[in-house]
């Protein structure tokens, strides 16, 4: 069975639906999926899954945040290259621009995106949980 991650960081909530959107497609799927939040995931679990989804708001400015789930991911990206994985995230005034640098960020690691990345204006409305769920889907 695949074993999948859904690691996510929210403030108000917006994030944490959708990283709930997307275990549940990971489940739909047939995988046994852990929801965790960033500061339960440390570098040395990377290994432990086939796949991992990482959701983080637009903080600071168009940044990821930056007091837990930036230097957790930080530590994470030695172990990522070759692997399976996909970002998401909700931001409030922005145009994206924290998702496209941390997606260049991602494609120097050597990530192989399982899905592109999604991000959800505010809290996701319908279309934006079930492109979460979908994004959930393309980690099995
Ligand atoms: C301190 C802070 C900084 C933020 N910076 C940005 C930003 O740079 N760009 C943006 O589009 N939204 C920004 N936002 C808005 C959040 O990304 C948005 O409200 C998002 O839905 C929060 O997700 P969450 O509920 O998962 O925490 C910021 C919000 C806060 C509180």
Redo the contacts with the bound molecule.
Sequence with gaps: MSKVAVVY????????L?AQAVAEGAKAKGAECDLLTSAEFTADMVDNYDAIAFGC???????LEESEFEPMFAECEPALNGKKIAIF??????????MDTWEAQCQADGVVFAAAPLIC???PDEAGLADCTALGEALV
């Design positions: 960081w929210s403030g108000t909530g917006n994030t944490a959708m708001p637009a903080m600071g400015a168009e940044v995230g909700s931001y409030g005034w922005g145009s994206g621009e924290w204006h505010e809290t």
